[in-house]
Each structure stands twice: as structure tokens, then as C-alpha cells.
């Protein structure tokens, strides 16, 4: 059974940092894309990153591209996404995703999240 | 990158049929055959209902089906069930290498 787990959420000032964690298994990690999604309070789903399966290239939303940084452990069956410089409008629930097949844009298991909530 | 536009809400009576759509740009559905649809219940995570514009995952109900045509891409739900209740998105690759959804549709079946 496919699970994956985050972890790393939680209450951080303005201009903090924090470094999210998805502990995945149930499958072969190393074979998938991994991506990060994330949903501010009430309102729809916003993609973050992605990274390929082998870790060599990252892809991230305008919206914290140079704050954010994805990475992988295929070692440890984890993804990683760290937050630099956060703003009020990161707030949000940060979802971890897998890949379909080789593919980093379409998504068949979720975690269930982990809050990350940007206030002074 | 703009999200792609959605009804904010639609409804309908258990039994009938209901069309999503999706409407973007040719930079990202009309331009690839990667749309996707998500459902989302409340307080959990989404769930993936279509991909690729119109194959279905293993153990998604025949009863969704999508389609596309230009820059529009669409959700139909045939013989709406209660559980059917839910928001709904749709996503896309763009050529900017990214992955852009839309604002997300609340069903209400009545």
C-alpha cells in the first residue's frame, strides 16, 4: 500500500525558515517524480515543485522560486521540500504527491498534508 | 502563470449528468494533452479522476469521463450519486515547464 507521510509543519515567523518531509513507501521511490501542492486556507490547490525521480532537476512555481528548494533522499524514501524567507501568503497546507508513471504533472497519491501557518 | 478558470459552483439532482470545464490558454490545455482532474472532499486530500484528458485510474467509477476541445478541457459525471459531492480541479502542463491549476469547482448534488 502507497503512503506517504509528512511531516515538518507549523508555526514560524515572517522571514523564518522550516523544512517540510514526505516518508514514502509502499513503492519503488526511486522510480517517481515527486512533487510538493499546497492549499491556503479555504481557497483551491496551488502546485509548488516537483523533482524527477533521480533528483537532477527541480521545477518550482514563480511563487517561491529562489525561497524554496525540493529535494530527495532515494536512500531514505523521503522528499523534501525547505522554505527560506516565508511570507504570510505561504500559509497553507502542504501536500506531498507521487508522480503517475514517469510523469511529474499528474498525481495518484497524496499525503494528507502537513500545515505550515506564517504569522508573527 | 493564471489558473485556469472554473465555474466557482454547479449542482445538479442525483441521477442526471453534470459537465465541469476547465478553460485555459494554448500554452498550457490547448497545447498538451495533460489535464487532469482532481476530487477533493472536505478535509481530505484530493483524489485523481482523469488524467492525460480522458483515462480513467484503476478503480475510478465509469461514471466520470473527460474531454477537450481548443483551450477547454471538461469533467462529465453521469448518473450523480450523493458521494459525488465534492470540489473539483483540473491541472495542466504549461510550456513553461510548470503545472497549473484551476480555481476549483464545489458540486453540490441536491
Known amino acids: 500500500e502507497v503512503q506517504l507521510l509528512e511531516s515538518g509543519g507549523g508555526l514560524v515567523q515572517p522571514g523564518g525558515s522550516l523544512r517540510l518531509s514526505c516518508a514514502a513507501s509502499?513503492?519503488?521511490?526511486?522510480?517517481?517524480?515527486m512533487s510538493w501542492v499546497r492549499q491556503a486556507p479555504g481557497k483551491g490547490l496551488e502546485w509548488v515543485s516537483s523533482?524527477?525521480?533521480?533528483?537532477?532537476?527541480?521545477y518550482y512555481a514563480d511563487s517561491v522560486k529562489g525561497r524554496f528548494t525540493i529535494s530527495r533522499d532515494n536512500s531514505k524514501n523521503t522528499v523534501y521540500l525547505q522554505m527560506n524567507s516565508l511570507r504570510a501568503e505561504d500559509t497553507a497546507v502542504y501536500y506531498c504527491?507521487?508522480?503517475?508513471?514517469?510523469?511529474?504533472?499528474?498525481?495518484?497519491?497524496w499525503g494528507q498534508g502537513t500545515l505550515v501557518t506564517v504569522s508573527s | 502563470q493564471s489558473a485556469l478558470t472554473q465555474p466557482a459552483s454547479m449542482s445538479g439532482s442525483p441521477g442526471q449528468s453534470i459537465t465541469i470545464s476547465c478553460t485555459g490558454t494554448?500554452?498550457?490545455?490547448?497545447?498538451?494533452?495533460?489535464v487532469s482532474w482532481y476530487q477533493q472532499h472536505p478535509g481530505k486530500a484530493p483524489k485523481l479522476m482523469i488524467y492525460?484528458?480522458?483515462n480513467r485510474p484503476s478503480g475510478v467509477s465509469n461514471r466520470f469521463s473527460g474531454s477537450k476541445s481548443g483551450n477547454t478541457a471538461s469533467l462529465t459525471i453521469s448518473g450523480l450519486q450523493a458521494e459525488d459531492e465534492a470540489d473539483y480541479y483540473c491541472s495542466s502542463y504549461t510550456t513553461s515547464s510548470t503545472l497549473v491549476f484551476g480555481g476549483g469547482t464545489k458540486l453540490t448534488v441536491v
Open positions: 523533482i524527477d525521480d533521480s533528483g537532477g532537476n527541480t
Open positions: 492525460d484528458v480522458i
Open positions: 494554448s500554452s498550457d490545455i490547448g497545447g498538451y494533452n495533460y
Open positions: 504527491a507521487k508522480g503517475v508513471g514517469a510523469s511529474r504533472f499528474k498525481f495518484d497519491y
Open positions: 509502499g513503492f519503488t521511490f526511486s522510480n517517481y517524480a
